[in-house]
């Protein structure tokens, strides 16, 4: 062996329920998603790339939040990439679940039309990623949306 | 509409290819293996939180990479998160793909018994997260590795 470089404190066990702390921090998404007259946005930290050749991303969406459904019924959502300018409306959205709310309007976002989605892009955002569901298999069982 | 905060910089189109650099830049993990006397580390970016109770972690593994079949065959892995001091172990690791090479010692790096799963904890690495394979149904689709 070359070298060794042992730490020497001690570890400790720790709460499963709180290693969400250390895997989380990643880029905040903004998910914008319509279907039938209605449209929504939602604050997203759980995402991944699933594919470089196709581009996919898997987003885990929580079945109690409206862009589940949003999502599900329209197989298409725009992911956003918001700049910290945006912090307020990033904790805005996150922390927002009425459903008589139109967070667009509430916290000062602009919707755009996209090119190859019914889902508005949102102006303000740095980039756009228009995206349609290519796998919707793991939906119910772990609230994982496959984007392409 | 409360306020408008409307950029008038120009979008254009980006390479889907790219897009990754975007999702990317999320804590960087490395994952130790083991299987019949065999072990192994890579080097991970691309992992995400699926659930809090029980805490569940999807990674996405190339099928080439030797820790594929590894993790696939002992249904378990370590998520071990290291401190920016690694960083040469971290990108050596992630360089280093010779089946013949034992990257603990090529890196200096102790491994250590767990204490619930077979393979070996990265000593050096700040926190260590025992893995067991709870849903192998994506491994073949997406390359999607669900533990808890």
């Not at 042992?6 to 998603?33: A, D, N």
Request: glycine share 6%.
């Amino acid at each position: 062996m070359s070298s060794v470089h042992m730490r020497t404190y001690k570890k400790k066990s720790f709460p499963l329920s709180k290693i969400r702390r250390f895997i989380e921090p990643g880029p905040i998404v903004m998910v914008s998603s319509a279907h039938k007259g209605e449209r929504n946005i939602m604050t997203l930290g759980w995402h991944m790339m699933l594919g470089l050749e196709p581009a996919t991303i898997g987003c885990f969406i929580w079945d109690e939040n409206r862009s589940f459904s949003l999502i599900r019924r329209s197989k298409q959502c725009v992911i956003n990439l918001p700049t910290i300018d945006l912090i307020d409306a990033i904790i805005g959205v996150g922390n927002t679940h009425k459903s008589t709310v139109d967070k667009f309007e509430q916290f000062g976002l602009t919707p755009v039309d996209a090119s190859k989605v019914d889902a508005p892009l949102i102006a303000e955002c740095y980039a756009n990623f228009e995206c349609k569901l290519v796998d919707t298999s793991q939906i119910n069982r772990h609230g994982l949306f496959v984007n392409l």
